[in-house]
């Protein structure tokens, strides 16, 4: 494995352990694509150092167990002010 990849996975999990953000903000913030932060993380890492993986691995279920939450906020944010046409 390169050493920017082996730097870069381990830039993303202290990101993702100290902001707590999702897969797709760290994409983001990163400028890479929300495949190449999954496989940093759920792949490499854990051969790089398995302590900070399972650290990044709790901050990811959270977000996973409370994904149906954001999805339920954004579309109320998306429809709030509107009024029923009805």
């Known amino acids: 494995m390169k050493g920017y990849i082996e730097e870069r996975a381990?830039?993303?999990?202290?990101?993702?352990?100290e902001t707590n953000a999702t897969v797709r903000e760290t994409a983001?913030?990163?400028g890479v694509s929300k495949s190449?932060?999954?496989k940093d993380v759920t792949?490499?890492?854990?051969?790089i150092?398995?302590?900070i993986a399972k650290d990044v691995k709790?901050?990811?279920?959270?977000?996973?167990?409370e994904r149906h939450?954001?999805?339920g906020l954004a579309t109320k944010m998306k429809?709030?002010?509107?009024?029923?046409?009805?």
């Open 10 to 17: 381990v830039e993303i999990a202290h990101y993702i352990i």
């Open 28 to 30: 983001k913030i990163f």
């Open 36 to 38: 190449t932060v999954h």
């Open 43 to 47: 792949e490499r890492l854990p051969k």
């Open 49 to 51: 150092n398995p302590q």
């Open 58 to 65: 709790r901050v990811l279920e959270k977000n996973k167990a």
């Open 69 to 71: 939450l954001r999805g």
């Open 79 to 86: 429809y709030k002010g509107r009024e029923s046409i009805i």
